[in-house]
C-alpha cells in the first residue's frame, strides 16, 4: 500500500507564490507517475500536472508558465512549485501517483491552496 503525505497548502496573496511536495512510501514497484489535481466544490477534479520517471510532464494551459512540477525519483518526492498565483488556483490540491505494474492509482488526502488578498 503506497502512502502519500502532502505538504505546503497555505494562504497566499495574488500574484504570491507556494511550493507543494508530496512523499510517496510502501511502494514495491516503481511509481511511474507522480502529479497534482485539484478540486474546489461542486466541480471535478481537474490536472494541474504530472510527470513520469523519465521527467515527462504534462499540464494544462491554465497553468503553464506559472507552475512548475519536477520530482526526485530516489526520494520518491514530487513537488509543485505555483507562481503567479491567482484567485482561481484556490482549491485542494490532491497529490498522485500511478503504479502501472498494479494497474493501481493513489491519492493524497489534500491540502487546501487559498489565494485570496
Known amino acids: 500500500q503506497v502512502q502519500l503525505v502532502e505538504s505546503g497548502g497555505g494562504l497566499v496573496q495574488p500574484g504570491g507564490s507556494l511550493r507543494l511536495s508530496c512523499a510517496a512510501s510502501?511502494?514495491?514497484?516503481?511509481?511511474?507517475?507522480m502529479g497534482w489535481y485539484r478540486q474546489t466544490p461542486g466541480k471535478q477534479r481537474e490536472l494541474v500536472a504530472t510527470i513520469t520517471t523519465d521527467g515527462s510532464t504534462n499540464s494544462p494551459d491554465s497553468v503553464k508558465g506559472r507552475f512548475t512540477i519536477s520530482r526526485d525519483n530516489p526520494k520518491n518526492t514530487v513537488y509543485l512549485q505555483m507562481n503567479s498565483l491567482k484567485p482561481e488556483d484556490t482549491a485542494v490540491y490532491f497529490c498522485?501517483?500511478?503504479?502501472?505494474?498494479?494497474?493501481?492509482?493513489?491519492w493524497g488526502q489534500g491540502t487546501q491552496v487559498t489565494v485570496s488578498s
Open positions: 498522485y501517483a500511478g503504479v502501472p505494474f498494479t494497474k493501481t492509482t493513489y
Open positions: 510502501g511502494s514495491r514497484f516503481i511509481i511511474y507517475t
